[in-house]
């Protein structure tokens, strides 16, 4: 395991002889993981300022990144060893990965199939999103801020509105439904854009899910009086919308959901839902205790969580000749140590030193 700085968990190791025989990744707080990320690339085409600088990072020299076999090898194992269910790649922006396609060709004919997704900032979906589907992408995150030109560029630093919103179009006609839309509110920015964006996403068949900020921007200028709350956002939409509680099985998902009604609905149209919204609280109502992630940088790092403050090297065990069975076990291992959350409202909390577009959002 490779110390990024203070260690997030003492008292627990690789050979733990405390961790029971179980081929799965329990941790020692009862949970099982079964869902993997996998960042693809920290490169991006956009600079959202709550994510990187204007002038982007030091990008991984590309023979530092796992490379097309590797990541498939990787996933294999996590899927036929160790009781992987999801696969979702993310960066970085993945479309940029050049053997995107190619890489989920081969993890969608792994048996089990694991359910494939993808988080993307749209660029270029409106020419991909049906060969992606080929490929085996089932569902698909979209991440949209704002439905205005400036405010867009403003945030992305880019003027690609119009490419996001005709990706997402793309994404819906090439079958994926729900399209599922993420969207950061920044103080003063685009705080007053959740009714809008909600509205936006129920007329066009959209899931949108709030997430709100958390500390891993490269530039470490998040601040926790700054970032607007899941309350604050709930407060915004109920100024237009009834929200119900969603009644369905919230299991590990980050999102809490809520049914959308109109608030006043029109005389004779009832109070028909209109569709769902999600809120990711991780700063304000956190769910490490029903998190089932784990973490697999571009270069290869295995993450137990965000804000893990150690990584493992499967990389140097791949490339040092090490077999499957012996990976899937520091997999178990490194999963066992998992911390019981992220602490960021610990005194003693300190950010990551690597930001979310390289250990993949
Ligand atoms: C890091 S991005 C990677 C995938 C792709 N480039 C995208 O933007 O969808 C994944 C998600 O993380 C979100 N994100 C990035 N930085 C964040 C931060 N500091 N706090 C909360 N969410 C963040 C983005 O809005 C996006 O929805
Ligand atoms: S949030 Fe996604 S699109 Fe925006 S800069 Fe980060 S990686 Fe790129």
């Known amino acids: 395991m490779t110390d990024l700085g203070l260690p997030a968990v003492r008292g627990a190791s690789v050979h733990d002889p405390a961790r029971p025989a179980d081929d799965r990744l329990i941790d020692r707080f009862g949970r099982v993981a079964t869902d993997l990320r996998v960042s693809l690339t920290d490169r991006c085409n956009l600079r959202c300022t709550y994510c990187m600088p204007a002038e982007g990072l030091d990008w991984t020299p590309t023979d530092e990144l796992l490379s097309d076999d590797e990541i498939v090898r990787l996933v294999r194992i996590g899927v036929q060893r160790l009781g992987i269910q999801e696969i979702r790649f993310t960066g970085g922006e993945p479309t940029l990965r050049v053997g995107l396609e190619s890489i989920l060709r081969q993890v969608s004919s792994l048996r089990p199939r694991p359910d494939i997704s993808l988080t993307t900032n749209g660029i270029g979906l409106s020419r991909r999103a049906g060969a992606l589907v080929a490929a085996g992408v089932d569902r698909l995150n979209v991440s949209l801020d704002t439905l205005i030109p400036e405010r867009f560029e403003r945030i992305t630093r880019r003027n690609r509105l119009a490419d996001v919103l005709d990706g997402m179009a793309a994404a819906r006609a090439a079958g994926l439904d729900p399209v599922k839309v993420n969207t950061v509110l920044l103080r003063g920015v685009n705080d007053d854009e959740a009714v809008p964006l909600l509205r936006y996403c129920l007329e066009h068949g959209y899931e949108l899910r709030f997430i709100e900020q958390m500390p891993l921007d490269a530039q470490h200028g998040w601040q926790r009086t700054e ?124 950010q990551p030193d690597r930001p979310m577009s390289s250990i993949g959002g």
């Open 227 to 350: 970032m607007i709350t899941a309350d604050e956002i709930l407060g915004r939409l109920r100024t237009a919308f009834d929200l119900v509680p969603d009644p369905g099985e919230r299991g590990g998902a980050p999102a809490e959901r809520w049914l959308v009604r109109e608030l006043d609905p029109r005389p004779g149209s009832g109070a028909a839902i209109l569709g769902a919204v999600g809120v990711i609280a991780s700063v304000t109502r956190p769910f490490c205790g029903d998190c089932d992630r784990t973490r697999l940088t571009g270069d290869g790092q295995l993450r137990t969580c965000l804000f893990a403050r150690s990584e493992t090297d499967l990389r140097a065990m791949l490339r040092g000749g090490a077999g499957d069975a012996e990976i899937a076990d520091a997999w178990r291992g490194a999963m066992w140590a998992k911390a019981a959350g992220h602490g960021i409202d610990d005194p003693g909390f300190l």
